[in-house]
């Protein structure tokens, strides 16, 4: 099933809420890295794709700090900022779910849907830890 996110937030509440969960079964029932995705992003270079996840990987600490602050000070602006850049990143080394849910808090900020945002952002930074845990092994 696709999930048009951008019409997302100008839907009925408990459509947002199905929304959010088929999210959410499609994080945990896709693998947690698409490498051959991740790959085609960077040119087909495996040698760039690695330097990349390296590169990812350092700043993933960073980010969730971000993220905690902004949530913390109710910062919508740089929330959004640090999530979209959490977007195509994810998508480059090919945590494709993680880019998914990353483009739905994005279009949340950019929307002021902030309890949307306030929901999804626990289960957003689970599953970012875990993409991270899983790119260090």
Do not use: P
Not at 111 to 137: A, G, P, W
Request: with cysteine; aromatic share 10%; net charge negative.
């Amino acid at each position: 099933r696709r999930i048009n996110m951008f019409g997302l937030f100008r839907k009925k509440e408990k459509e947002v809420v199905d929304e959010a969960v088929v999210i959410e079964e499609m994080f945990d029932e896709a693998a947690v890295i698409d490498k051959e995705t991740g790959i085609t992003y960077c040119g087909g270079m495996e040698e760039l794709y690695d330097e990349v996840v390296e590169q990812y990987c350092a700043q993933g600490a960073d980010y969730i700090e971000q993220i905690r602050k902004f949530v913390s000070e109710q910062d919508w602006k740089n929330y959004q900022i640090v999530v979209h850049g959490i977007k195509g990143s994810s998508l480059t080394v090919g945590a494709v779910a993680l880019s998914e849910k990353a483009k739905a808090l994005e279009m949340a900020a950019k929307s002021d849907q902030i309890d949307y945002i306030l929901t999804e952002n626990d289960s957003f930074l689970r599953s970012y830890q875990k993409v991270l845990t899983v790119l260090k092994q």
